[in-house]
């Protein structure tokens, strides 16, 4: 089975990378990069360019709305669906919105002004769990991770977020077998917004990983794995085959 792994905010493969080893013999995985798109639709087309006929898509944080987005541009071509550590809401409006727009810009002025390297702390201190952040090489892992992408790219994913859509009749529609998994302790997306997403999925399961935060493929690789593994093992009907348009082949 073909399976995408979209990454959030400033990641790469190496996010999905601790993963990778417990879904050996399970799934042909494939990591995505967004390039410089500046928009979740655009980032959503880059990934079906080169993309199998159909696939699985797990999506982690701002790579779960892609993923999303993915499923409204080409539902056809997507046989299963996963959303880790994310959500489904617009920015909010007002006060609440002008200050996510403010800390979010402050992010990428100090990326511009003082490197990748000195504001990925900044950055990652709210998505890890606080016992974590003394975890060295899963620090370093973060870091260099964020230290590869630049100034430039951060302020192009900063704008696709900003620019979020609500998706909450999106998630309707899905008929596909669809997790909904985030960190227990995951402070920035948390357990409640996840049963609201599960809530409003079909049939979808709801999986929690306890001592983790908001980078849950690299806090609990092997919890995230097993999630992932059962997921995909949903036996589902045969899908009958489709046009571009959605019609009956």
Known sequence: MNLLLLPGLLCDDAAWLPVLPHLQGIADCRSVDYGD???LPEMARRVLADAPAQFAIAGHSMGARVALEVYRTAPWRVTRLALL???YQALPAGAAGEQERSRRMALVAL????????MGPEWMRPMVHPARLADAPLVEAILAMVER???DQFAAQIRAL???TDLTELL???RVPTLVACGREDAWSPVAQHEAIAALVP???LAIFDGCGHMAPMERPVAVAEALATWLNIAVAAPVPACANGAVA
């Open 162 to 164: 900003l620019a979020r």
């Open 111 to 118: 990326a511009r002004a003082d490197g990748m390297r000195v």
């Open 37 to 39: 798109a500046d928009s």
């Open 85 to 87: 550590d994310t959500g």
């Open 149 to 151: 992408r630049t100034p």
């Open 172 to 174: 309707r529609s899905v």
């Open 203 to 205: 049939g979808s399961r």
